[in-house]
């Protein structure tokens, strides 16, 4: 029994041996992998080194290579927007000098005295106004040779059917006493008021759209050659346009005003606009202190 232990004894130690000696030959590669390297020459040192070195300058020269395409990038968009700015100013300055060139020698035509036309008849838009602006329109076109202004549109505002009344029985009387047919050379024409007696400021801001439309369309289709008109407010969306037209270069329509005798002081509102504005071509007054006041108007007397 006792040979038995010792046997079993020297077999455990055989095993215990044999496994040590398989876990030193194991781990005897590692300890040899984990061994310190031989130390590098100069020679090697110095070729790591440049290779670094170029690696680095390399790497150093292709992001100063993106950044300045960044920086061109961002200055190509920016000389290009500051570019197309200049320009817009610069055709924006153009056009606005252009059109005030015209305008101050559109104003400035305005005022000198009609020009001598040739014989022939020229359109005339003739307009008139409730109470006693259309009796002194109508006192002054029977001074006036009806056969030099022909054809004739009177145009009066749409409210007003009184004054169209009235022209067309004075073109009837012209009929019988001429004995021609006048009445085929004359229409008679409305047109919207910007404003009504007692209308609201709000809604007259449309009816004013309206009415400047309505005389846009009438001016197109008439294309006078003279108006006439004494004051009513429908005049002046008329006579404005008449202006535009001749800063365009559509049409010279000569503008007439005759400012009614019932201003002796001070002009009408229309009156006003037109004369400071330099819209009339002709500008009278009926007072002599009015001509004194407004010196650019001509004093021609009491036409009623």
Known sequence: MFLAFFLMGKVVHAIINSLTKGGQTQTTPGR????????QTEGQWSRRWSMVSSSSLQRG???????????????????FFTTTLNATILLVVSITTLVLIRVLYVMYQSGKPLRKTALQSVITLIVLGSGGHTAEMLSLLSMLQKDKFTPRFYIAAATDNMSLQKAHLMEKSLVDMTGGNVLESVQFMQIYRSREVGQSYITSVGTTLIAIAHALWIMIKIRP??????G????LPLCVIAFLFKVVGIRWSSTIYVESIARVRRLSLSGLLLYKLCMADQFFVQ???LQKKYPRSHYVGCLM
Not at 32 to 39: C, N, R, T, V, Y
Not at 225 to 230: A, G, S, T
Not at 232 to 235: K, S
């Open 32 to 39: 040899e992998s984990m061994a310190p390297q031989k130390p």
């Open 61 to 79: 020269h292709l992001l100063c290579r993106n950044n300045r395409l960044i920086e061109m990038e961002k200055g190509n968009g920016c000389c």
């Open 287 to 289: 007072w002599p202190q």
């Open 225 to 230: 050659q003279v108006i006439l008109c004494n």
């Open 232 to 235: 009513p407010g429908t005049c």
